[in-house]
């Protein structure tokens, strides 16, 4: 193993591939109508359905209730001047409307989460062990399906509907660890940083258009369309991805011959021949992933926070109508999207064409994207009612948070591409405890719904991004770590 120590010290400068002569030197595949950027579309195409339907019930929540329990939820009680509301169109509403306690709204907005965290370990040691491909594809199919049985569940009671929620969740949580488990085999090193952030920006987008459509449908429609509209476009998704998608260069048809020399010459050294020896003491002691773990960790907490309060901090602080400003809740989503795909081009060139380091840049955007989102949080909770600049610090908060697409949340493949699913598993685990905890923690806080009470909610996610940055910036590392190469490649080289 000593030739590998030496090659680890080169891969910092990301160059050995390049400079092995002549003829082990990849030819670079264009870009354009390639297998690998298909790829990340279509996969980004998958993530936004992903978060469409994780996001579309809390839109659709506020509409599935009895009117006389939404009597104080208008916009007379927010801390700031309330903003003039649209009349309702007048039509015909068939769906059924339900007298849930707000404890009870609690526990089906929080139950997807208790499914998503059981399958994301063995989503990654499933796509390592059988292929990715069709772990994904039947995982977002199965939430696709229960996701059309909403309205039925609602209509059996609330217990069916939190059972339907966990099973969605339970088919969601193989998607990001058997989609970094493809990324594996796909994505050459030097473009990981662009092909992952278009493969991710679909969840953004998801995001983004799901919550103000959700409204629109909600407000024109009825509630249940906005799970059929949504589970249908997810069926189509399942059709495109069963035939055009495949667990490798290998093993893809149509593949050009330059695209899967480039791809797999440029992949040979990192990769390793068998999921079967999987080194979990290795991978359980391993500093640089407990790095991933706590960023992870500390992003997900101000993430989820937002996600899952924002349009109440809207509604009841700033005296917007969700149904009216759903644009203005996917705002920071919005930003966050266009910031990690940009992020992701810059860290790219940073790599390949000025020659820094992989752990240089993956910790200088992880600072940034944490700590930038920190500071800008906070200032949101001193904006008092000034909506504009509220709004306006939201959305940079969240803007900024997309730079570290670039930063640790890829880093699990600088360090072990063959477990990253796995990898990827161990961390998502960990990081969907804030989902699971935090805006329950959030509301607790906030029971007065005033100013202060939302400044000390945004202190905390504050704090704990801080602590993450400063954690992952002291032991996070760039490199394939040693355990993370099987023997057979570290011969005849």
């Not at 950027?37 to 996969?43: F, I, K, Q, R």
């Not at 011959?257 to 021949?273: A, D, F, G």
């Not at 910031?339 to 940073?350: K, P, R």
């Amino acid at each position: 193993m000593e030739r590998y120590g030496s090659e680890t010290e080169a891969d910092e400068q990301e160059t050995p591939l390049l400079h092995r002569g002549h003829e082990d030197k990849p030819q670079r595949a264009p870009a354009c109508c390639s297998s690998r950027y298909g790829l990340a579309l279509l996969s980004s195409f998958g993530f936004f359905v992903v978060y469409s339907l994780r996001v579309n019930l809390s839109v659709a929540m506020v509409d599935m209730l009895n009117n006389t329990h939404q009597s104080n939820a208008n916009h007379s009680g927010s801390v700031c001047p309330a903003h003039a509301n649209p009349p309702r169109p007048k039509h015909n509403h068939t769906a059924s409307v339900y007298d849930w306690d707000s404890e009870t709204q609690g526990w089906i907005l929080g139950s997807f989460f208790y499914g998503y965290i059981l399958t994301q370990i063995p989503g990654g040691y499933l796509a390592g062990r059988y292929g990715p491909k069709w772990l994904l594809g039947f995982g977002i199919l199965g939430t696709v399906v229960f996701t059309l049985l909403t309205p039925v569940a609602a209509d059996l009671g609330a217990s069916y509907l939190i059972a339907v929620r966990v099973l969605e969740g339970i088919g969601e949580g193989v998607t990001f660890p058997a989609m970094y488990t493809m990324w594996a085999a796909w994505a050459p090193p030097l473009e990981r940083s662009r092909l992952l952030t278009i493969s991710y920006i679909g969840a953004q987008l998801g995001t983004v258009i799901a919550l103000p459509l959700s409204g629109e449908i909600c407000f024109y429609l009825d509630w249940t369309y906005v799970f059929y509209i949504f589970g249908a476009v997810g069926l189509v998704w399942f059709v495109l991805w069963a035939f055009l998608v495949f667990d490798s260069p290998n093993t893809h048809p149509r593949i050009s011959e330059r695209e899967r020399r480039y791809i797999t010459t440029s992949l040979k050294n990192e990769l390793s021949t068998s999921a079967r020896q999987i080194p979990w003491r290795a991978i359980g002691t391993s500093a640089p992933l407990w790095a991933i773990v706590v960023a992870h960790f500390s992003y997900n907490w101000t993430f989820y926070t937002l996600l899952t309060l924002l349009p109440t901090y809207m509604n009841d602080i700033l005296g917007f109508s969700i149904q009216q400003n759903g644009m203005l809740s996917a705002l920071p989503y919005l930003g966050c999207a266009v910031m990690a795909v940009l992020s992701g081009q810059f860290a790219d060139y940073l790599r390949e064409t000025c020659l820094y380091p992989t752990v240089v840049v993956r910790k200088s955007f992880s600072v940034v994207g944490m700590i930038g989102a920190a500071v800008f949080l906070v200032a949101a909770g001193y904006t008092g009612c000034d909506f504009t600049l509220a709004v306006s610090f939201l959305t940079i908060s969240a803007s900024l948070g997309g730079v570290s697409a670039s930063g640790f949340n890829i880093n699990h493949l600088d360090i072990a591409p063959s477990y990253a699913g796995i990898l990827l598993g161990i961390t998502n685990t960990f990081a969907t405890i804030p989902g699971m905890v935090g805006p329950v923690i959030a509301r607790e806080l906030t029971k007065q719904n005033t100013l202060e009470e939302w400044q000390t909610v945004f202190y905390i996610a504050a704090a704990i991004n801080l602590f993450g940055a400063l954690f992952y910036t002291l032991l996070g590392r760039g490199t394939v770590q040693p355990w993370a190469v099987h023997t057979t490649y570290s011969h005849g080289d």
